[in-house]
């Protein structure tokens, strides 16, 4: 037994000695293999890197020649301008010359006439006095009037037919000169007269608070490292655009000129003409006659988004960790980036194409949702958040809304996690007040926030209205507990008897209840209505009470302005999710049957 015994303990520890030996084995192999993954990794990276790098050269590269080629094309255009402005000076300074009196060469002077005497023999002097008769300062007889001649007969004894006389041509009046030191009006290089009133528009245009043209404004900055003027960037832009682009197409290749010396701007970090190239790019979109092209849209939408986020990031991440503060280099870039003309320059573009389902989704495939969800934080002035609402509201599609993700396989993910945490944004709006900066931005009165939160009702409104957006709704976690929240706090909002807001507050509740019927009635088959009431605090108790608020109010004094549609979708919400015994119980307390009101339907109520 103990030679047994010693056997197997023998046989054990060669056992656990091969096992370790495996194991190292096995570990060495691990390792082998994490060092060649990390090495495989790492050629990646750096293969990835090179690649990059060489893609950014070339983009460089094609950037300089087609930069190149533009000066080029320009210098050609400005020697054609002074060409054809040598020749017409030429002119000018030639009919002038005739015009001041001056002898032509091409005509044969005359022969100046001059007093002789009378060469008779005796002194003029002497004669005069003896003489008067012979006065030489006597006047002449004038030569007599063609009224007055003998008029020849005419006498045909020519054997030929008269010629045929042919009717005098008028020479054109002499063209004034011009007066000195007025400059010459510049004439357009091969530009027809519909491509040189764009120009003129849009070198004439002005601020709407400035007497001073947008393009001496811009004069007056310059990029840091360069001497060279943002007025003449334009210029340069704008010449190449008139040369290169029809009649139709040149207001839209000003906006991408344009757009890229805003980009250029914004990398020098040379503020001061951010909001003149805005202006004159919105001004270039309203000349476009609604014929910009995605790409150029796209463009503007990522110099744009760039813009605003200097000023929206610092405000965000100050309201979100104190720790940040914002600095006075921050609040001061206000003076110069003009958050609300960005959004309204967004929202034209984004009007642009809301007839057409596939450029809408191509133009929203280049908004993040990121830059969605920070300028709807209620840190952000109300006037930006109204806007940044409206440009949302401008987003609803059949199959998405806010930002689109293409491109991968996890973009349908990533849309569904954008389009959630829109939502939540969304509906922040509802229970949250805004606290924008009160040094830089008035405080919003009670009516603003209302009629803000009413605006947000209308996104929400427009996303249930598609099938994509309802299910979106239903599917939310929190979306309908908290809607209604928001329901139960209007309407005690609505029994304050606040008469400014009342009107507004009953708009809301209108609107609350249209969403919340519309995601309901059509998902009721798969929405837990008591599992979403459970996730918010007090759920279920503000569901019961509003909605029974709601069905037995008798639209008089508070409750004016409810809808009888309303009232009606609130009963049959009721309904739906009450049990019998509840029902019966609300109806003794709010409608005895003695009064003859209004009852819930009993009929459908759970036993």
Known sequence: LERQLNEEKTAAQQASRLAQTKAGEASILRQKDEAASRKHQEQIFHMEQQHADTLANLKLEIESLRKQQDK??????FLENEV???AHRAKQSKTKKYATGEKSPFTTPRKGRTALPFRDGFDDDELSMVSPSKFKDRAKPSTPKAGNKRKRMVIDDSPSQPLAL???QEHPATVAAPAVGEPEPP??????????DIVQQILNHRQSNSPDRVIEKLADHHLPEDSKRISSLVLDSLLSAAAKSDVAELPSSLCRSLA???STVLKAKCFGPVHLLMDLVHFSFRLSLMTVPINVSLDILEVVMTSIDLVAIPIGRAATNEAFPRTADERHLEEFINVESCLSLLLSIASLYAGDAIMAQKFWSGMTYDFILLMLMTAQPMPQILLMLRLLQASVLPSSFGAVSLGDAKSGERQTRSENSTIDRLINLLLQTPHADKQRVPQCSRLDVVNLRVETLGVLMAIASTDHGAQRLANHRTAIGRLFIFLFDSMNELHRSRPRTQSATANAINLTVRILFVVIDKYRDTIDMRQKLSVVNGGTHVHLVAL???T??????LDEGIDPDVIESARSLLSTYVTYDEGTAIEAIYAPPASGARTINTDSLDP
Do not use: M, Q
Not at 72 to 77: E, K, M, R, V, W
Not at 552 to 557: G, I, K, P, T
């Open 72 to 77: 080029i094309s320009t210098n050609n255009l």
């Open 84 to 86: 054809l402005e040598a």
């Open 166 to 168: 042919s009717d005098v």
């Open 187 to 196: 004439y357009p290089l091969g530009i027809d007269d519909e491509k040189h």
């Open 260 to 262: 890229v010396i805003w």
């Open 548 to 550: 029974t608020r709601l």
């Open 552 to 557: 037995f109010s008798e639209r008089l004094v």
